[in-house]
Each structure stands twice: as structure tokens, then as C-alpha cells.
């Protein structure tokens, strides 16, 4: 169905081609993920099967792809659209209608489909992927992950032969992932539909995949195989494969019920019980953090309501935020975390009830922004919102001005975070993790106490995680508290001292994070899937038990 010959495609500018002489061919009717660390072209090789690399991103294609026989090099991506349905990374960048339902049928309207057709394929796309109640809304009142849905729903309507996606899952909460992961499972089983799937959350995702493509490094060959095959030499691997290697487990299983099954000897191994002091991220052990009745909070919600027309978004939430804790925000899209951050911040005010920062208790609905940004910072869900000047230098000189800050303090922030990008670069040039850890600079720069991130991992692969682990972790030691927005439970569970979880706007749980994931099942991590009733949560933490109980790791069981 989708054919590379001798692939390879080079930008103006670069040393090196993005792509070098990809030679393979996906079959009709297969899932193939494509996996591979940032930066080594997967988001080139998706635009290449659509026909946007090279006619709308420029650049240079040689050799040849060819999709059902259409050649991508003669037919412009127009001309492919009854046959290839593409999803990118942005769902805002996709949208070109006011509404789901106007979005769902605006690709079959493209096409010239009957009206009773599309009619039927609205109301089906409707139901398959949770949208019959949104079915109205406009699209710009929609959380980030409901738009993400109606995105890859505007794309199946039309019914096409090829679906590519870049990152389906980043902005779903792992319910939602799992629903449209199975409808792209029928799609592929009851219809032959080929879908080519980039993502770095291969947890949610490599145990359905037919094939896995690797791109291990930039310009090294592309590989086409099974995925347990790959998975052994992957870069990139998510924790069921990393336990696996770390247990020694030939082949490497790809899903939690594999695991589970040879899992018997590796709990015999670790401690009967993790009851010892509470296990921080990463396998440490430390004090645990004081009671809620010790100290003052740096954040603070009392019985805080709000109603935005008439849906209540938050209802009666409670919580305080701790100097040196980090904190995760979980509930499915739509339950209200983006608005109770958007909140702390002052761009909402409450309708009942009270939101206080610092030890002043200010109110950030009623406090000047200049005098707000001293005391607690949001990098939101798209870090470009926060970023608007021309250059890395420029946006740096604008952060130390209107944080009042020692000019050239964020760009020693960058520098330490973010070493190797020039002053010259645009940030739309950055990738996503360069471009997070940019916005995160930004506002480092008026060294605001709490720290607020929305959906930090989305579009980050592991080798960015781990990066953007290691800076939140520093920041907690230093005394920040850090709020994090997110539906990455591995991020949870590896960074989190608290879990949050909301639901209609309400707080349905709130404790410490490996009471919180371990009794749900949508919110488990997968080592807490597979190693339980014990609360293991992380690869580090089960390596670290092996190590301290003086078992040796299994020969080749380095992650």
C-alpha cells in the first residue's frame, strides 16, 4: 500500500539529509508505529506519505513514494485526499470550521459525498470516538484533547485507504486513548484500513502494532520488522520493555498482560512489601512531605466554584500546594485542569469561593500581572503562546524585562537548560521539548515559588522526559512547588509526590501518588499493572529494590 524507494529528503540549510535511503514497503490493511527519538525525521517521513513533503514544506525528495500506486512526486496532497487522511501533532492547525459537527463533514463536503452519506458517517464518527455531546460545541471552547478527537474524527469521516497520524494520543486521557486506539483497531481488522502512526507514548500503543518502523538515529536506515524484534534495539522503549530487559525476559513482551505472565519470579525478588518510607520519584527515599496542617501553603483553593455560561467548571475544589512538592493534576479531557491552572493565574475569577498564592495570600484574579509573575508561572499547553518575539535572544531580553530581572538571566536559564541553540534561532524552529524547555525559561525568569505546567510531555519523546524530569526534580529541591496538568501516568509516577485527580470539575482523589494510580486502573502506570498487589511504580524504583536487597541484575538486563 505505501511504498519508499531510495527515500531520502534534505532541507536548505542542513549538513545532512533528514532522511537517507528509506527503502521499505507497508502493507495494505497493518498498523506500522514509527518509532525513533526526536529529531531523526519521523514527522518528514509522515508529510512524505501525504505529499506535503516536499510540495508545502520544501525541501528536497529523491527517490520515490508511492501510495496505492499514486506517486506523491506528481499528485499534490489534494489529489491524494480521498486517499490518505493525515492528522499532525497540532489539532488548531488542522480545523477550518467553527463547530465538531461542520468539522466532521467539511472533508466529505471537499470530496463532493451525497448529503444522506455523510450524514450516516457524522453520526457513526460521532458515537465512535465520544463526541455526540460536543456535537455543537464550538471547537475553541473544547479542551486540548477534545479537539484532538474531533481532529482524527474529521479525517475518518471520508473513509480513507491511509490514515497518518503524528502523535494521536499526546492530549487524551488514557480512557479516551484506549477508545480511539480501538477504533483504529477496527479500521485496520474490518476495513483494511493502513495506518501509519508516529507516537512516543509507545506504552499506550506498541502492543497493537502489526509492524513497528524504526529510525534508531538521524540518517541511519530505517528498519521495518516486528515489534518485539525492534523493541530489543530501540533507543526508545516504553517501561513494560524496559522491566523486560531489566528481568532478562526473551522475547521482550509489549503489552502488561505478557508481562504479567512471566512476572511471578521477579516479584519473588523484590521485597514482600514497599512499606518503607515513602518512595519519591526515581527510586529515592525521602522524609515525607509535612502535613497539611504544617506551614503555609504556597497556593491555596478554598471551595472554589466556577461557571463559565452555563457549564460549572470547577465545582467546590480544595487543595493546598507545598513548598518543595510536586504535584500531579489527572482527570479525563474536559475534567477541568487547564481551567483550575488558568485559574491560580488569574485569568479566570472565581465564582464562589477563594484562590490565594504566597505567603501574602494575594489574589491572582485581583493582582497585576507583573506583580503575579514573582510569585507563580504557567507554561501552557502550547508553549509558542508564551513566545512571540523573532529570536531565542530576543525572547530572552523581553523575559528579563518584564520579569525586572539582571538582563542576560534568561539566557544563563537556557543556557543551562537548553545548552547549543544559538541566539539567532527562531523558536518556531526549536522542536517541541527545545521549544517547552524555552517557555519554561521564560518563566524561570521572575523565579516565581509555584510553578504551573500544562501538559509538559506532550510531543516529547523519553530522552526529553527524562530531561524535563531531572529540571522539575531540581526545582522541588530547591523549594518551588510544581502543579503539573498532565495525562502521562508514567510522568506521574515517576515525578509526582501527590496526585490530584478531578472529575466534572470536582476533586474525586487526592493523596499520595502510589495510593492514588495503584487503586485505578485508568491511572495505573504499567510496573504497577504488572507487579502488583506490591506498589512498585517505575523501572528505577524496582532497580534500585534489586540493588539494595543485593540481587544482581540479570546478565543484559541494562536499560
Not at 534534505?10 to 490493511?29: C, F, K, N
Not at 459525498?113 to 455523510?118: E, K, R, S, V
Not at 530501540?234 to 520493555?241: A, D, E, L, N, R
Amino acid at each position: 500500500m505505501i511504498r519508499f524507494e531510495q527515500v531520502s529528503v534534505s532541507y536548505e540549510g542542513m549538513a545532512e539529509p533528514t532522511l537517507r535511503a528509506v527503502d521499505l514497503e507497508i502493507p495494505e490493511g497493518e498498523l506500522a508505529l514509527l518509532v525513533g527519538p526526536s529529531g531523526v525525521g519521523k514527522s518528514t517521513l509522515l508529510g512524505a506519505v501525504s505529499g506535503l513533503v516536499p510540495h508545502f514544506t520544501g525541501g528536497t525528495l529523491h527517490g520515490r513514494v508511492t501510495v496505492a500506486g499514486r506517486d506523491t512526486r506528481t499528485h499534490k496532497p489534494r489529489e491524494m485526499a480521498d486517499l490518505v487522511g493525515t492528522v499532525g501533532q497540532d489539532p488548531l492547525a488542522h480545523f477550518v470550521t467553527d463547530t465538531v459537527e461542520d468539522e466532521l463533514a467539511y472533508g466529505m463536503e471537499s470530496l463532493g459525498l451525497p448529503a444522506p452519506t455523510m450524514r450516516r458517517r457524522v453520526e457513526e464518527t460521532l458515537d465512535l470516538l465520544g463526541l455526540v455531546e460536543l456535537r455543537d460545541r464550538p471547537i475553541d471552547t473544547l479542551s486540548g484533547g477534545q479537539q484532538q478527537r474531533v481532529a482524527i474524527g474529521s479525517v475518518l469521516t471520508p473513509h480513507p485507504r491511509v490514515l497518518v497520524l503524528d502523535e494521536p494520543t499526546s492530549a487524551l486521557d488514557p480512557a479516551a486513548a484506549e477508545e480511539v486506539l480501538a477504533v483504529l483497531q477496527r479500521l485496520v481488522h474490518d476495513l483494511g484500513t493502513t495506518v501509519l502512526m508516529a507516537e512516543h507514548r509507545l506504552e499506550r500503543v506498541v502492543q497493537y502494532a502489526d509492524q513497528v518502523l524504526l529510525l534508531p538515529s538521524p540518517g541511519a536506515p530505517a528498519r521495518l520488522g516486528d515489534p518485539a524484534d525492534l523493541m530489543a534495539l530501540s533507543p526508545v522503549c516504553p517501561p513494560v520493555v524496559s522491566l523486560g530487559r531489566l528481568a532478562g525476559w526473551s522475547p521482550l513482551p509489549l503489552s502488561v498482560r505478557d508481562a504479567r505472565r512471566r512476572a511471578a519470579p521477579l516479584r519473588e525478588r523484590l521485597p514482600a512489601e514497599n512499606d518503607g518510607p515513602e518512595q519519591w520519584p526515581g527510586g529515592r527515599v525521602a522524609e515525607p512531605l509535612g502535613h497539611p496542617e504544617r506551614g503555609t501553603p504556597l497556593a491555596e483553593t478554598t471551595g472554589l466554584t466556577l461557571r463559565r455560561g452555563r457549564v460549572t467548571a470547577l465545582r467546590d475544589v480544595g487543595f493546598a500546594l507545598r513548598a518543595g512538592e510536586t504535584v500531579a493534576l489527572m482527570g479525563r479531557n474536559g475534567a477541568g485542569k487547564s481551567t483550575l491552572l488558568n485559574t491560580l493565574v488569574g485569568m479566570h475569577r472565581p465564582t464562589s469561593g477563594s484562590v490565594t498564592v504566597g505567603p501574602d495570600r494575594l489574589v491572582p484574579s485581583r493582582t497585576k500581572p507583573r506583580q503575579l509573575l514573582h510569585h507563580i508561572g504557567l507554561v501552557p499547553q502550547e508553549p509558542r503562546d508564551l513566545l512571540y518575539a523573532d529570536t531565542v535572544a530576543a525572547e530572552c531580553a523581553g523575559a528579563d524585562e518584564d520579569a525586572g530581572a539582571t538582563p542576560g538571566t534568561c539566557r544563563a536559564l537556557v543556557t543551562s537548560l537548553l545548552p547549543g541553540v544559538p541566539d539567532s534561532t527562531h523558536p518556531r524552529d526549536l522542536s517541541e521539548g527545545q521549544r517547552l524547555t524555552l517557555a519554561l525559561a521564560v518563566v524561570l525568569t521572575a523565579r516565581p515559588p509555584v510553578l504551573l505546567l500544562d501538559e509538559p510531555t506532550r510531543g516529547l519523546d523519553y530522552a526529553a522526559k527524562a530531561r524535563l524530569v531531572e529540571v522539575l526534580r531540581s526545582l522541588a529541591d530547591e523549594g518551588h512547588a510544581v502543579l503539573l496538568a498532565t495525562h502521562d501516568v508514567e510522568l506521574a509516577a515517576e515525578l509526582a509526590h501527590r496526585v490530584v485527580i478531578l472529575a466534572q470539575g470536582e476533586t474525586v482523589a487526592d493523596g499520595p501518588t502510589a495510593e492514588v494510580v495503584t487503586s485505578s486502573p485508568s491511572f495505573a502506570p504499567q510496573v504497577s499493572k504488572i507487579l502488583a498487589p506490591a506498589r512498585w511504580l517505575t523501572v528505577p524504583q524496582v532497580r534500585g529494590a534489586l540493588s539494595a536487597s543485593g540481587l544482581p541484575e540479570p546478565d543484559g538486563g541494562a536499560v
